[in-house]
């Protein structure tokens, strides 16, 4: 590998995760400060724990209707309770502001074998059905081991070619379906810290003309970019894809953070299995913070994603397996998967207040790139903009969000929390690769 490439990758990597790390600090000696106030007032932890009153007050029947909905669905962070589920957040950016399917899952010899699988549907007909086995409790609770089995069909995704300089008005779609079956394990050193490998094999990808419900009328991108390199082959390849992560994982829960951080180093193979040039390394670092300014009322977040990709000579990273921007988790005004290139740098910022029991407003600031060299990132793309949270006291029902940037406004309505980081959720591929 060229030693330039190690350069350009710390120094990207350093730039990512310096702004995370000076907000831990920064939280940190926030709450040494609160932990040494609250003993010579003598106030009590439970007493600080508790939430000042909020701003609104919220009626009854709204309390009663979330607090059934909640309990309904569950912590959308966990595993949740064993029996049938409704599967509500299993689908890839540009699918939709709803999905909905049955799934259901059993732990079974006293906890020591977990089973799962579910089926969905979106509002663009994207399609998911996926299955899961797992032996959760191994070396004393400290490994789990498990296999994944997918089959997806997403049908609208957005392609403008690569490079951040790529025209809005070269916008088109394709329709992918894939098959991936995965090997992984975990093994975790305490409650917060843990390794994951996984090691799997992808189906040849099919890529196809967009299809299925409220289409937008937008080319297929075999029509509008007939030279890219992976749509010039009437085939794609077959993959085996391997990955090792460690993961600091402090949040106080995954649906609905409103404390604690997560701390992420990847590093990623991908190898084409009929001829090699698709074959490509990649390296991720990552880190999200969360910090209670008053507990349970207002909360400031910050977010920082690097990708970098590291490619042989004469090889290249197709474009629904490239790193991407835009959408509901990265910049917020531009399109689903606006901007495609083999580096990628991402920060999030968002002051998030509790206006009634279970709403919050929140204002929020997105900026990054996508660069062919890790050393041409920068933070030029850029968003602005305020939203709506509906949720629990650990999971976000619905969010409404209008982000300003460039390319004018863009609306969006989720069912998830911006910091959620869905994608680390399932454990096959990332395909199409989005934040």
Known sequence: ????????????????????????????????????????????????????????????????????????????????????????????????????????????????????????????SYKVVQGRVELPRLVHDHLTIGSQAAWRDDMQVNYFGIGPDSLEANRSEYRVRETDVVGYATARANRWLSIDGRIGWLRRPEIHPPAGTFDRGFPDVRLMLPFDPAVLRQEQPRYRH???????????????????????????????????????????????????????????????????????????????????????????????????????????????????????VAVFADAGNVAARAGDLDLTKRAYGVGLRVHTQTSTLLRVEAAHGVDGWEYLVRMNDPFRLSRLKTRTAALPFVQ
């Open 1 to 124: 590998m060229d030693t330039r490439f190690f350069h350009t990758l710390a120094r990207g990597a350093l730039h990512v995760l310096m702004g995370s790390l000076l907000i831990l600090g920064t939280s940190i000696g926030a709450s040494a400060r609160h932990s040494t106030g609250q003993s010579s007032a003598g106030t009590s932890a439970t007493n600080a724990d508790v939430p000042p009153p909020a701003l609104l007050s919220e009626p009854h029947t709204v309390s009663k209707a979330i607090n059934f909905v909640g309990k309904t669905l569950g912590d959308t962070g966990a595993e949740g309770k064993d029996g049938f589920y409704a599967d509500l957040d299993n689908m890839p950016t540009g699918s939709g502001w709803l999905t909905v399917g049955p799934g259901f899952r059993r732990h079974m010899a006293d906890g020591k074998v977990f089973l799962d699988g579910s089926a969905a549907i979106s509002w663009r």
């Open 242 to 360: 391997a990955d090792v992560s460690v993961t600091a994982d402090s949040r106080n829960h995954v649906g609905y953070p409103t404390s604690g951080g997560l701390y992420r180093a990847t590093w990623s193979d991908y190898s084409d299995r009929d001829g090699g040039i698709f074959s490509f390394r990649r390296y991720e670092v990552e880190g999200v913070q969360l910090i209670p300014v008053v507990a349970g009322r207002w909360i400031l977040g910050v977010h920082g994603f690097g990708v970098f990709s590291d490619v042989p000579a004469g090889n290249d990273v197709p474009f629904y397996l490239m790193p991407s921007l835009g959408g509901h988790n990265s910049i917020r005004s531009y399109s689903d998967y606006r901007f495609h290139d083999r580096n990628l740098v991402l920060v999030n910022a968002e002051s998030r207040f509790g206006l009634t029991t279970h709403m919050d």
